[in-house]
């Protein structure tokens, strides 16, 4: 009797040619039915569509339902003055949720005097 490696070494075939699939129904999963936009978020995810946002990416997205775009914050800005509901520049930058420099910025934007010291707004 002689000695051969790889009788030792050598894996030994098993059901050569037969491939056997099992499917554990515990694992499988069905994928979630897709939610039908409402006609206010439909409008919304338009409006962010043409100010260029970038809506595919969740990173970029992160806020962004919360987050106002410079118009819809100054659209807003003029809504609260004309209401009565602003009086400072920090008040505008609270409810905006903007630095006070920005509110600054919209104010001159938009033609709206303020007192630089105090940062209150000056009624007509």
């Known amino acids: 009797m002689s000695y051969n490696p790889t009788d030792f070494f050598k894996k030994k075939k098993e059901n050569v ?7 554990d129904p515990n694992v499988i999963t069905r994928k979630s039915e897709r939610k ?25 997205n992160m806020g962004l339902s919360s987050s106002m775009g410079k118009s819809d914050r100054q659209t807003a800005l003029i809504a609260g003055i004309k209401k009565g509901k602003f009086k400072s520049v920090a008040q505008i930058a609270m409810a905006l949720n903007v630095k006070e420099p920005t509110v600054k ?20």
């Open 17 to 23: 040619g037969e491939v056997k699939i099992e499917f």
């Open 36 to 60: 039908v936009m409402s006609t206010k978020e439909i409008a919304e995810y338009s409006r962010e569509a043409v100010r260029g946002t970038s809506l595919g990416s969740s990173q970029a």
């Open 105 to 124: 910025k919209y104010l001159k934007e938009l033609n709206i005097d303020f007192d630089l010291k105090t940062g209150r707004l000056k009624t007509n």
